[in-house]
């Protein structure tokens, strides 16, 4: 994936966003600013969980490993309020591998 100017608006499907899950505190910002449900927030799986650094496992913890997971990456359009509405910086939109 490749990391594209903001101004960039392609068509429904080119670009989606991307969670850092060691930033994500499941805190649900992009759930409730996405017109188009591309977001589910759930409790992490050992295996997610175990995937971050130590630190960030703890951090996790203090969350009840509640996260953001991209569920429908296909209906993003890139109106970048995801972005825009994320605490913890933790959503970056990047260009879909075809
Ligand atoms: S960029 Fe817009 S459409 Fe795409 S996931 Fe974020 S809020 Fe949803």
Not at 42 to 60: D, F, H, N, P, W
Not at 81 to 93: D, G, K, N, Q, S
Request: net charge positive; aromatic share 4%; glycine share 6%.
């Amino acid at each position: 994936m490749t990391e594209l100017p903001e101004t960039c608006r392609p068509d429904s499907g080119d670009l989606a966003p991307v969670i850092d899950l060691a930033r994500c505190e499941g805190k649900a910002d992009c759930l409730r600013v996405c017109p188009y449900d591309v977001f589910e927030v759930r409790v992490a799986t050992s295996a997610e969980r175990k995937s971050l650094g130590l630190l960030a496992q703890v951090k996790s913890l203090a969350h009840g490993h509640k996260k953001a997971f991209v569920v429908h990456a296909d209906q993003c359009h890139a109106c970048g309020l995801c972005v825009e509405a994320c605490p913890e910086t933790a959503i970056r939109l990047l260009r879909r591998s075809r």
